[in-house]
């Protein structure tokens, strides 16, 4: 077998840069489609086949130190992935070269995070959020080459992205195809870039995105928007665009599902006696009664003051707990009252429950009812 360097008419010594314009011009003379002589055709095979191993460092390292002689020893024969390729993917022991790779390739999808107040959630709202991500380049619109230019026909393939290699095996001379080299499969070269984007047909920038957030959204909850993510190359169709919400915890009332959650601290005088009192809901006053008797752990339920629902629309309630609130230091005109009053209302001796449960336990218990 000639060797790979005679092939290409350069010496071993030969930069990368000398081997790939040596293989060009000599492509150029022998390409099928230049040249249909069969002559040329067996020449082009083996112009091709030297300019595979001498490309490729690895392969080229191993045949300057005597392997890659064409067989199953070398690194010219890809393993048995090549001898079906050869025998399915090609009629007559020849390789049919497919469509050339497409440089519009669709664009990844870009994920933000978001933070959202409690209130923000009971209705929806609508927020502007800066994205960094890839944008359509303005100079070229995507076609990668400087304006005024336009992709050139690779001329090592002909425009089929894919080159042809002839390989010797213990089943015969077999023919493979594998994308070329030169165009990296694309079947066309751009010998002007678009000065703006370096041939990529889109750049890295900040723009501002609006999101409109449903009611009901919870921590954790990604919310997809088709066609917003990062433009492709090429200028290919956008990816999609994921918005992770984080609820932040409130102060005064937490969530239950669609249900909202307080506790109103009442006087010991005001669940004896009963009162009125208003609190700051997320979306106005609510008005309460107390009424007289309470005990602490009872549930006032207020209907459609919690949240709307994510998929039902309905809103759900507010419900809230009592807490009676005993004070811990009284005058003696007060501890006389309060002991008239013990006689008065004949209250029993102090007692455990049957359960022992404390306050919160009895509180949280009655919220999940």
Excluded: W
Aim: charged content about 25%; some cysteine; aromatic content about 4%.
């Amino acid at each position: 077998m000639a060797d790979h360097y005679e092939v290409l008419g350069v010496s071993r010594e030969a930069s990368d840069d000398e081997i790939k314009k040596a293989y060009r011009r000599l492509a150029r003379r022998l390409h099928p489609d230049v040249n249909p002589s069969p002559e040329a055709a067996e020449e082009f095979k083996s112009v091709t086949h030297a300019y595979e191993v001498l490309s490729d460092p690895e392969q080229r390292r191993r045949y300057d130190m005597g392997g890659d002689q064409g067989g199953f020893g070398g690194g010219g024969f890809g393993g048995f992935g090549d001898v079906f390729e050869a025998f399915f993917g090609a009629a007559g022991g020849g390789a049919r070269a497919g469509r050339p790779r497409s440089r519009r390739e669709r664009g990844q999808d870009a994920l933000v995070r978001i933070s959202l107040e409690l209130g923000d959630v009971v209705f929806g709202t609508h927020r502007e959020v800066e994205i960094d991500t890839a944008v359509l380049c303005e100079t070229c619109q995507g076609s990668c080459c400087q304006p005024g230019t336009q992709p050139e026909r690779c001329d090592v393939c002909g425009g089929t992205g894919h080159v042809q290699r002839q390989v010797r095996s213990l089943l015969g001379n077999v023919v493979t195809q594998q994308p070329c080299g030169s165009c990296q499969g694309y079947g066309t070269t751009i010998p002007h870039p678009c000065p703006g984007c370096h041939g990529q047909g889109r750049v890295r920038s900040r723009r501002t995105v609006g999101l409109d957030i449903p009611a009901g959204v919870e921590t954790g909850l990604r919310l997809q928007l088709p066609g917003s993510g990062e433009v492709g190359p090429a200028g290919g169709p956008n990816g999609d665009l994921y918005v992770e919400v984080t609820v932040e915890s409130h102060p005064v009332f937490s969530r239950d599902g669609d249900d909202l959650l307080a506790t109103l601290e009442v006087s010991m005088t005001d669940a004896i006696l009963g009162a009125k009192a208003s609190i700051d809901g997320l979306d106005g006053a609510v008005d309460l009664e107390v009424r007289p008797g309470v005990q602490s752990g009872d549930i006032q339920r207020i209907p459609e003051r919690g949240i709307t629902g994510l998929r039902s629309k309905k809103r759900g309630d507010l419900r809230v707990a009592v807490q009676v609130v005993t004070p811990t230091k009284v005058d003696g005109k007060t501890r006389h009252l309060v002991e008239e009053l013990a006689k008065r209302t004949k209250a029993p001796a102090p007692r455990l429950s049957e359960h022992q449960q404390g306050l919160f336990s009895k509180l949280r218990d009655r919220f999940r009812a």
